[in-house]
C-alpha cells in the first residue's frame, strides 16, 4: 500500500483506462463486469479490491495487474448475521490485510479477515440511533494503521465517531446538528485521518460543499476546501464532496461527486486543480458519473471508483519529477493507507427504496 509521492507538478492523463468494470458503463455479474461497485481497495501490488452488488446479494472481487477477469473472495447476501451484508458502503484495510466493511444498512462495522466466510463486528451493531454508540446512515469510515482504532462518518447524526474497541466510542468532531458554523457538520460524508500529524482529521463535509480540518481534540473545524454553505463548480468551489484522501506532501484528491470530477487541493491553495473527469456526466473515458472514491497505485495514478458507471477507471501519470527521481514512499489514504482495498419482491422493495432515498438525498 504504498505509492508515489505526488507533488505540485504531477500531471494526470486526460483519458482513463477501465481496468475494472465495462469501458461503456455496461453493468452485469460476470467476472468481467460490475454492477454498482460501493467500495475499493488499492494493495501494495496494486492489486484492486471492488465490492458491488446485486438485489440480493454483495460480492467481493479481487483484480489483479495485468490480468483480465476478477476473482471472486466472498458472497455475502443480504441479511443481519454476521456472514451477511446490509447496503456496504464503504472498504477499508489494515496492515494484516484484514478488510472492514462499513455496513450502513446494519449501522455497524465488520472485519473480515483473509479467507474468511464471516465477519466480526468491530462497531457499532447496536441499531440505528444518536447515542455514541450508535450509527445512522454512516458514510465512510478511516482505520488508524497502528492502533486499528476506527473512525467514522456518522452521516445522519451529523458526526465523525472514533471508536477505539468495541464497546467505545468517543465524539471526533462535529455536534451531533445539522449546520455550517465551524463546529458543525451537514451530512458529512468522508474521512480521513493524518496520522502522521497527531491525527488531525479532515471531514468531507457533503452538504455544505466544503472540506474541514479538525485539529485533534479540537471543538472547531476549519474550512480548506471549498467555501463553506456555497455549492458550485468554479474551482475554488465543491459541490456535495463525497470523499477524500491526502498524500504525504499534504495535498488533498477530493470526490468532488455534483461535478463528477476529482479536484486537487495543494497544502494552503484557495482553489483546487482539475485532475480527473471533465464536469460532465458521460462514460467517456475522459468522464465520471457519481465518483465514490479515488485511491492511488504505485506510481500515483489515480483509481477511481465510478459507481454510476460500473467501472473501475485508473488515469495514469504522465508528467512527474518524482517518478525518476524517486522510490516509492509512504502515501496516506482512506483505506488505511495506500499510505503506508431479488429473489423475493420484498428484498426488491428495499433496494430500489434505499437508492431512491440516496438519490433524493443528492439532490439536497
Known amino acids: 500500500m504504498s505509492a508515489l509521492s505526488n507533488c505540485s507538478t504531477t500531471v494526470w492523463a486526460v483519458n482513463a483506462t477501465t481496468i475494472a468494470g ?64 446490509s447496503s456496504a458502503v464503504a472498504l477499508n484495510m489494515d496492515v494484516s490485510g484484514n478488510i472492514y466493511i462499513l455496513d450502513q ?7 473480515w479477515a483473509p479467507g474468511a466466510s464471516t465477519g466480526i463486528l468491530v462497531a457499532g451493531g447496536s441499531g440505528q440511533g444518536s447515542s455514541i454508540k450508535k450509527l445512522n446512515t454512516a458514510w465512510d469510515i478511516f482505520v488508524e494503521p497502528n492502533t486499528s482504532y476506527i473512525w467514522i462518518a456518522d452521516s445522519n447524526n451529523n458526526r465523525i465517531v472514533k471508536w477505539v474497541n468495541t464497546s467505545t466510542a468517543i465524539l471526533a468532531a462535529g455536534e451531533g ?18 496520522t ?16 474541514q480540518k479538525w485539529l485533534y481534540g479540537a471543538s472547531n473545524g476549519t474550512t480548506v476546501s471549498g467555501q463553506s454553505n456555497v455549492s458550485g463548480s468554479a474551482l475554488n468551489q ?21 461535478n463528477n470530477r476529482i479536484v486537487l487541493w495543494l497544502l494552503g491553495a484557495t ?14 473515458p475522459s468522464q465520471l458519473y457519481n465518483p465514490w472514491s479515488v485511491r492511488l497505485d504505485s506510481t500515483g495514478a489515480l483509481i477511481v471508483n465510478d459507481c454510476y458507471n460500473n467501472r473501475i477507471q485508473r488515469f495514469p501519470v504522465i508528467c512527474s519529477p518524482n517518478t525518476a527521481s524517486s522510490s516509492a514512499t509512504s502515501v496516506l489514504t482512506n483505506s488505511t493507507s495506500i499510505a503506508s482495498t431479488l429473489q423475493n419482491t420484498t428484498i426488491l422493495f428495499y433496494f430500489l427504496f434505499y437508492f431512491a432515498l440516496f438519490n433524493a438525498q443528492w439532490a439536497f
Not at 465543491?238 to 455534483?258: C, E, H, Q, R, W
Not at 482553489?271 to 467517456?284: F, K, N, P, Q
Open 177 to 194: 446538528t445539522s449546520g455550517s458554523n465551524a463546529n458543525q457538520l451537514n451530512f458529512p460524508t468522508g474521512v480521513f485521518v493524518d
Open 238 to 258: 465543491l459541490n456535495k464532496p463525497f470523499a477524500l484522501i491526502m498524500d504525504t506532501n499534504k495535498s488533498l484528491y477530493i470526490v468532488d461527486s455534483g
Open 196 to 211: 502522521s500529524d497527531s491525527n488531525t482529521l479532515y471531514v468531507a463535509d457533503f452538504s455544505n460543499h466544503r472540506i
Open 22 to 85: 465495462s469501458p461503456t458503463g455496461s453493468s452485469g455479474f460476470s467476472s468481467a463486469l460490475l454492477t454498482l461497485p460501493v467500495g475499493i481497495l488499492v494493495d501494495q501490488n496494486d492489486t484492486i479490491y471492488v465490492m458491488d452488488h446485486g438485489t440480493t446479494f454483495y460480492r467481493m472481487q479481487v483484480f489483479r495487474p495485468g490480468r483480465q477477469f476478477a476473482t471472486i473472495i466472498f458472497n455475502a447476501i443480504f441479511g443481519t448475521t454476521l456472514n451477511q451484508l
Open 271 to 284: 482553489s483546487g486543480i482539475l485532475i480527473a473527469g471533465t464536469g460532465v456526466v458521460g462514460a467517456l
Open 105 to 111: 444498512g446494519n449501522n455497524r462495522v465488520t472485519k
